[in-house]
């Protein structure tokens, strides 16, 4: 993709937007664009630098992603609201052609990668609890105060904010600016995330700990969950790509799969709640450190009507009335409101499903069930607004146990996967 019309291809200590913005590191990449940690030169301070591929259509989505990044950071000068800021927007002209460019503030390590480094067993639920309060607040906020719909919400999209301010205390951090290209290090300085070096350091204190009094491996596990006590679970909500106006909507299927409301399979319309429901896919695979519907194809049906099977599976039946009023609603239902080729359901519950297959503790269980399932609802209209859902009392509560640690066995089996149910 590094060709013309692709993306830029950077190098440390390159210089944007009339050398304001020293290039440092790779912070990731998407279909749009590679993110660069860059040092602000007028800020002292460490920002994100996103470089769109050069092509039209790319510039287009770009410029559509800084008017709705511009109303979001207009609207919120204290930045307080739980939504990345734009700092800034320039071009910038490469052999690849010409690259819109965003500045944004620096955040740390997604969701994703949090839930992936606690090695998919599920976060404790006190940090559950304070990511959800973040998210919820970054929905109100979008939602209530500007009318935009994210349509993309799931752990990837979600940043951590980093409590370390880099360029302030760039020892504790390991940041040090590179303000000149290096001569031949393109490796640049070491810039690892917060979380990325605790459980490194974790890492070896449980391995020395292994070598030296031959400490159980049960020990090793603890160490790498233990070590997220110490980090403070603030989030923000990025990636505004694909958002949309409740008014002024752009396409028909949104969201990732795995995410995506009934509403949006069934082409019923949306509105914000198809981000309530997201947020509950998000909510539940913080907690258990799995995707909350995972559907995939299979003999005689589609990776839709696998969607809806496994919904009705772990909420109940789809009320007829919701089941057939889509566009699309006779793809998959007949009209008494059953699903076509997935004739037999196994029918779960949310707080058994917590209890059997997540070794949830009851109470925790049925807690945690009864802040999700509202969310949940097949009604769309029915669904708690981001405001209402910030003050279910679910959110105040602490249990003082967190979840039950699983062990090394549960880890291993929670590759299953959830769409075999109604095999
Ligand atoms: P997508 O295909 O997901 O739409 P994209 O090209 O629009 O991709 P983003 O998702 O905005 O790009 O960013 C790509 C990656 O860069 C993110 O997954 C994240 O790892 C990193 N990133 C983005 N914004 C920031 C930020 N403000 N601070 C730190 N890292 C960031
Ligand atoms: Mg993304
Ligand atoms: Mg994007």
Request: glycine residues 8%.
């Amino acid at each position: 993709s590094y060709r013309k019309g692709g993306y830029h291809a950077v190098r440390v200590g390159d210089p944007f937007n009339s050398g304001r913005y020293i290039a440092q590191r790779k912070l990731g990449w998407g279909q749009f664009s590679t993110v660069w940690l860059a040092y602000d030169t007028h800020s002292s301070k460490f920002v994100a630098l996103k470089i769109q591929k050069s092509a039209a259509q790319f510039t287009q989505a770009a410029l559509h992603e800084i008017e709705v990044l511009s109303v979001i950071t207009n609207g919120d000068p204290s930045n307080s609201n739980c939504v990345v800021q734009l700092i800034d927007q320039f071009k910038h002209s490469g052999p690849n052609g010409q690259h819109q460019c965003m500045v944004l503030e620096f955040l740390g390590d997604s969701l994703l990668r949090l839930i992936r480094y606690n090695r998919y067993k599920g976060l404790k639920l006190n940090k559950v609890r304070e990511i959800c309060k973040c998210i919820l607040t970054g929905l109100d906020y979008l939602h209530r105060e500007l009318g935009i719909i994210h349509t993309d919400l799931k752990p990837e999209n979600i940043l951590l904010v980093s409590t370390i301010d880099p360029a302030k205390d760039p020892i504790r951090s390991g940041l040090k600016p590179i303000i000149e290209r290096p001569e031949c290090n393109l490796n640049g300085g070491s810039t690892m995330s917060i979380i990325e070096k605790k459980l490194k350091r974790r890492a070896r204190n449980a391995v020395a700990k292994i070598s030296g009094r031959r400490a159980s491996m049960g020990g090793a596990l603890q160490n790498s969950e233990r070590c997220l006590d110490g980090i403070d679970m603030r989030c923000k909500v990025v990636d505004f790509g694909n958002a949309c106006w409740a008014d002024k909507q752009f396409a028909e299927e949104i969201q990732t799969r795995q995410y995506r409301a009934p509403e949006v399979i069934l082409r019923s319309g949306y509105s914000f709640s198809v981000d309530m429901w997201s947020f509950a896919c998000t909510a539940f695979e913080l907690a258990t450190g799995e995707m909350m519907f995972a559907p995939k194809d299979g003999q005689g049906f589609g990776e839709d009507e696998d969607h809806l099977a496994l919904m009705m599976e772990l909420l109940g039946k789809m009320p007829r009335k919701i089941a057939i009023g889509g566009a699309q609603s006779k793809e998959f239902f007949d009209r008494h409101g059953d699903l076509k080729r997935i004739r037999r359901l196994k029918f779960w519950s949310l707080d058994r499903l917590l209890v059997d297959r997540f070794k949830f503790a009851e109470t925790d269980a049925k807690e945690f069930a009864e802040f999700l399932s509202p969310l949940l609802d097949f009604t769309p209209e029915k669904r708690p607004t981001a405001q209402q859902c910030l003050q279910h009392p679910w959110l105040n509560l602490s249990s003082s146990t967190g979840k039950k640690m699983t062990n090394e066995a549960d880890v291993e089996n929670l590759d299953a996967g959830m769409s075999k149910l109604h095999v």
